[in-house]
């Protein structure tokens, strides 16, 4: 069991930067790669990006490739996502998700993620 509660959302201008994070319970933190995803009013939720149990590869969804970064620190049962150069299409809601692959490749469907924070508000004004 894993249980995920993120941190550091809030409102912001466009151009600016935030850094989101979700601490994890559970000791079993490092076994599973973590993803981001988000999901704005009357949308589905979208994959933002994910990171390999070890924190050596990083994946991205197009929208968000050189503006946001993922990152993990398995010491602190923590991962962050540091987005810079925000614009007014990246409000949403922002979920951090847990999940176990056999070959450590993390998903980009969330529907293959197990475990769910509750959320945090990332609003960027025009």
């Known amino acids: 069991q894993v249980q995920l509660v993120e941190s550091g959302g809030g409102l912001v201008q466009t151009g600016d930067s935030l850094r989101l994070a979700c601490a994890a319970s559970g000791r079993t933190f490092s076994y599973y790669a973590m993803g981001w995803f988000r999901q704005a009013p009357g949308k589905e939720r979208e994959f933002v990006a994910a990171?390999?149990?070890?924190?050596?590869?990083?994946y991205y969804a197009e929208s968000v490739k050189g503006r946001f970064t993922i990152s993990r620190d398995n010491a602190k049962n923590t991962v962050y996502l540091q987005m810079n150069s925000l614009k007014p299409e990246d409000t949403a809601v922002y979920y951090c998700?847990?999940?176990?692959?056999?070959?450590?490749?993390?998903?980009?469907?969330?529907?293959?993620?197990?475990?769910w924070g509750q959320g945090t508000q990332v609003t960027v004004s025009s």
């Open positions: 990171v390999r149990p070890s924190g050596d590869v990083t």
């Open positions: 998700a847990a999940s176990w692959t056999s070959d450590n490749t993390p998903s980009r469907k969330p529907n293959e993620y197990y475990y």
